[in-house]
């Protein structure tokens, strides 16, 4: 006679996390927004810039002194339209809000925050420690700060273009432009910092890892 196996209780699936509270999105939103602010501090003093529309921004205020905060803010507004069609109007007013909070702190925080001597490799490894961590909590809270990854998937729906091969395109063009308004080893740092910002991404936000809401 074969020995009779016990039996293995049948594996269930987890149950699905309960959603997110406005006052959660609220912190979440407040908190993320003031990582990235203080990473733009630390941008700011070592003259880097990052990617997207955030890296515009940037280009417009090192080349003539405009107003970082109001550029980023407008900068995205054409963003909005096509967040609402693709991502529903939750995510779009959520992004809308993280935006607008970073263009605040992107005008408030240099008059609060005075930086001494910061190494600049040190500033680079910060800013994107810092804006990968906000990012993260954004992303979390199903919002973003707006910008090309909007644009990117929505070509790559309606175009069939490649996405991320897009978003390289565009970031490239944002280093390259950065070389006629920063000094290049401001643009070194800044892609050094970039790839620290996407290791941060890359370890912490994967499918499945993270389920709320």
Known sequence: MKPTQAATPT?????APPPHR?????????????????ATVLY??????????????????????????????????PFYWLAWRRMGRAFTLKTLTAVTMLSLWSELLPRWLQLGEVQPLLAAVLAGVLTGTGMLMLFRHRASLGGFNVLVLYLQETRGWSAGLLQ?????????LALF????????????????????????HRPGRYMAA
Do not use: C, E, K
């Open 11 to 15: 594996s269930r699936p987890a149950p």
């Open 22 to 38: 406005w006052t959660d999105d609220a912190q979440g939103l407040f908190t993320g927004t003031l990582l990235v602010g203080v």
């Open 44 to 77: 700011r003093h070592a003259h880097m810039l990052t990617g997207g529309t955030f890296g515009v921004a940037f280009l417009l205020n090192y080349a003539t002194g405009w107003r970082l905060g109001l550029m980023f803010f407008l900068v995205n507004l």
């Open 168 to 176: 390289m395109m565009l970031d490239a063009t944002i280093v390259v």
């Open 181 to 204: 308004v920063v000094p290049w080893q401001a643009v070194l740092l800044s892609v050094f910092s970039a790839l620290v910002l996407n290791a941060v991404l890359a370890v912490n």
